[in-house]
């Protein structure tokens, strides 16, 4: 029996000798694979790729880390922000070695937790332009290899703004129109469609529908497409609605036709008159020309010029009438001698430049012999 005591004894004693080797061999094993970095040293993990949240709202982005390093006095934490539409990183939220940094956008918004293992983060009041990449990473020195970083994109939801109906004249068609429906805000972007109201009831209407510009057109129309249509824009969110009366737009339309053919004609009645008066004016002035013409030919048909001699010429001529080569009595003389008034009819008063001179000398001559 005591030898049998004994037995047992030396085969526990070696049971827990096998068992102490084996745990050092594992222990042996981890440390080399770990060495050999075969093992992430912190690993992070985020649940969702994308997450959709409502304006407004709240929403957790989860991360969550491992480390094999159970001292986490050099832990840190920190979320970086990428806008929609854009490529620029925007830290948002850093937690390490007893620091907190909190971006002002997210001031009294952003909620973080410091659980071990947990690095989500939420964020409340949801705006539209919180849309946009998150992205978590961690770090635990002197852990320094792993996939440390995790990311995950949200979307902000946004429901349909109130949209705005309008009615244009088509460009090209006649008696056509283009009803217009948008809305300014809407995530995803709000969809349209058209309908017509009867006593407040929806019915179908004729017309080419766009759903994603909201444009109703109508050709053709007739006493039977006048009336309230109602467009309704609307996305996963919601929707809402504006109206438009069609009716008006004939009416426009008409008056605006009117109005212009009551331009045109009286454009073309003045255009008439313009050119009827011009064409008055240029006959009389045609005339007046003539007439003036006439009346100067006949001034000038009257006019008669008489050739007036100089007082060389007058000289000359009383010269020539008392040259002693030729007497008054002369037979063979002509007769040149004739009254002076005959030839100088606008010298009345002019004394002859020859004989009147002499007849002056003799009577200045006979005065003093006399006394």
């Known amino acids: 029996g005591t030898r049998a005591t004994g037995d047992v004894q030396i085969h526990i004693f070696h049971c827990c000798i096998n068992t102490k080797m084996s745990t050092l061999k594992l222990q042996l094993l981890v440390t080399l694979i770990t060495i050999s970095g075969c093992v992430h040293a912190v690993h992070v993990t985020v649940k969702d790729g994308h997450v959709n949240g409502t304006e407004g709202g709240s929403v957790t982005l989860l991360c969550t880390y491992t480390t094999s390093d159970s001292d986490s006095s050099n832990l840190y934490i920190q979320w970086s922000f990428v806008p929609s539409h854009s490529k620029s990183h925007t830290q948002i939220y850093f937690y390490g070695g007893n620091e907190t940094f909190l971006n002002p956008a997210f001031k009294g918004r952003l909620l973080a937790g410091h659980k071990p293992g947990n690095a989500s983060i939420t964020i409340e009041k949801l705006r539209p332009t919180d849309s946009g990449n998150y992205i978590c990473e961690v770090e635990n020195p002197p852990d320094f290899k792993g996939n440390n970083i995790g990311s995950t994109t949200l979307t902000v939801l946004v429901p349909p703004s109130k949209p705005h109906c309008g009615i244009v004249a088509h460009p090209v068609k006649a008696r056509s129109a283009i009803l217009t429906c948008h809305c300014d805000n809407g995530?995803?972007?709000?969809?349209?469609?058209?309908?017509?109201?009867?006593?407040?009831?929806?019915?179908?209407?004729?017309?080419?529908?766009?759903?994603?510009?909201?444009?109703?057109?109508?050709?053709?129309?007739?006493?039977?497409?006048?009336?309230?249509?109602?467009?309704?824009?609307?996305?996963?969110?919601?929707?809402?609605?504006?109206?438009?009366?069609?009716?008006?737009?004939?009416?426009?339309?008409?008056?605006?036709?009117?109005?212009?053919?009551?331009?045109?004609?009286?454009?073309?009645?003045?255009?008439?008159?313009?050119?009827?008066?011009?064409?008055?004016?240029?006959?009389?002035?045609?005339?007046?020309?003539?007439?003036?013409?006439?009346?100067?030919a006949k001034q000038e048909s009257k006019n008669t010029y008489v050739a007036v001699p100089t007082d060389a010429a007058a000289v000359e001529s009383t010269n020539h009438v008392e040259s002693p080569d030729v007497g008054q009595n002369s037979p063979d003389a002509p007769e040149l001698h004739q009254p002076l008034h005959e030839h100088l009819p606008l010298s009345e008063h002019a004394a002859p430049s020859g004989s009147g001179q002499a007849e002056r000398k003799e009577s200045e001559g006979d005065g003093p012999q006399e006394t």
């Open 187 to 296: 995530v995803p972007s709000p969809r349209y469609r058209w309908v017509k109201l009867v006593a407040q009831v929806h019915q179908n209407i004729s017309g080419h529908v766009d759903p994603r510009t909201g444009m109703l057109t109508i050709s053709n129309i007739s006493d039977n497409e006048h009336g309230i249509y109602r467009c309704i824009a609307f996305n996963i969110l919601g929707d809402e609605t504006c109206t438009v009366d069609l009716s008006k737009l004939s009416t426009e339309s008409d008056a605006i036709i009117g109005g212009i053919i009551g331009a045109v004609v009286i454009a073309s009645v003045i255009g008439v008159i313009i050119w009827v008066v011009t064409k008055k004016a240029k006959k009389n002035a045609k005339k007046n020309a003539q007439k003036d013409t006439e009346l100067q």
